[in-house]
T-cell receptor, first 114, second 114 residues
Framework: GNSVTQMEGPVTLSEEAFLTINCTYT??????LFWYVQYPGEGLQLLLK?????DKGSNKGFEATYRKETTSFHLEKGSVQVSDSAVYFC?????????????FGAGTQVVVTP | EAGVTQFPSHSVIEKGQTVTLRCDPI?????LYWYRRVMGKEIKFLLH????????ESGMPNNRFLAERTGGTYSTLKVQPAELEDSGVYFC????????????FGPGTRLTVT
C-alpha cells in the first residue's frame, strides 16, 4: 500500500538557520505530493505541492522537488524565522484517485528560536 | 469567505459516552473529508463525502463511528460508544470539485476519552 515517511521531530534550530525535513514515499503509479503546515491553534494549510516528477513546489521561501528516482519530496528553507515554528506534514494523493484523498506522514514539529 | 469550521474545539468524555463532532465546510464545496490524528502519529483518512453521498468510507475504524452530511452542507461524525483509543484530533477538510487537489482544513476537534 501507499505510505509516507518523514523525519521525526522535534527539530529545533536558530533563526536564519537552514531547514531540511526529509520525506520519502511508497506508492504505485505517480502520486501528487504535498507539504501541509499547521501553525499553533490553526488548521492545516497547504504549503506547496508537486504533481509530477522533477516538479518543484515553492511558497513562502520553502521548496521541495519531486524526486521519482529516490521517491522523495524533501522540504527546505534557506533561512527560517521564528514564525516558521509549526508542524509540517508530508502527504500524497494518488493520481488515479481523482477525489483527492490524502495520505499523510506523521508530521515533524519545527521549533525556531530567536 | 469563511473557512472550514469545526465544533467543538475540545471535548472530554468518559468511555462509553457518545460524542458528536460537527464540520461546516466552505460554502459551495462538494467534497468533504474527515481525518484523524491519534497520539501524534500520522493523520489518517476516515471518509469522504461528495455532496450528501459517502464516496469512500474505507478509513472508518469500526461501526461505532457514524458520519452524515445532511443536504450536502455540514457534516457530523458521531462516536457511540466512545473508547479510549478514539482519543485524538479529528480534522475536517473540504474542496471544490473533482480533481481539485487543494483541501482546506478546519482547526480540528481534540477529543479526549477518559
Amino acid at each position: 500500500g501507499n505510505s509516507v515517511t518523514q523525519m521525526e521531530g522535534p527539530v529545533t534550530l536558530s533563526e536564519e538557520a537552514f531547514l531540511t525535513i526529509n520525506c520519502t514515499y511508497t506508492a504505485t503509479g505517480y502520486p501528487s505530493l504535498f507539504w501541509y503546515v499547521q501553525y499553533p491553534g490553526e488548521g492545516l494549510q497547504l504549503l506547496l505541492k508537486a504533481t509530477k516528477a522533477d516538479d518543484k513546489g515553492s511558497n513562502k521561501g520553502f521548496e521541495a522537488t519531486y524526486r521519482k528516482e529516490t521517491t522523495s519530496f524533501h522540504l527546505e528553507k534557506g533561512s527560517v524565522q521564528v514564525s516558521d515554528s509549526a508542524v509540517y506534514f508530508c502527504a500524497l494523493s494518488k493520481t488515479t484517485d481523482s477525489w483527492g484523498k490524502l495520505q499523510f506522514g506523521a508530521g515533524t514539529q519545527v521549533v525556531v528560536t530567536p | 469567505e469563511a473557512g472550514v469550521t469545526q465544533f467543538p474545539s475540545h471535548s472530554v468524555i468518559e468511555k462509553g459516552q457518545t460524542v458528536t463532532l460537527r464540520c461546516d465546510p466552505i460554502s459551495g464545496h462538494d467534497n468533504l473529508y474527515w481525518y484523524r490524528r491519534v497520539m501524534g502519529k500520522e493523520i489518517k483518512f476516515l471518509l469522504h463525502f461528495v455532496k450528501e453521498s459517502k464516496q469512500d468510507e474505507s478509513g472508518m475504524p469500526n461501526n461505532r463511528f457514524l458520519a452524515e452530511r445532511t443536504g450536502g452542507t455540514y457534516s457530523t461524525l458521531k462516536v457511540q460508544p466512545a473508547e479510549l483509543e478514539d482519543s485524538g484530533v479529528y480534522f475536517c477538510a473540504s474542496s471544490a470539485g473533482r480533481g481539485s487537489y487543494e483541501q482546506y482544513f478546519g482547526p480540528g476537534t481534540r477529543l479526549t476519552v477518559t
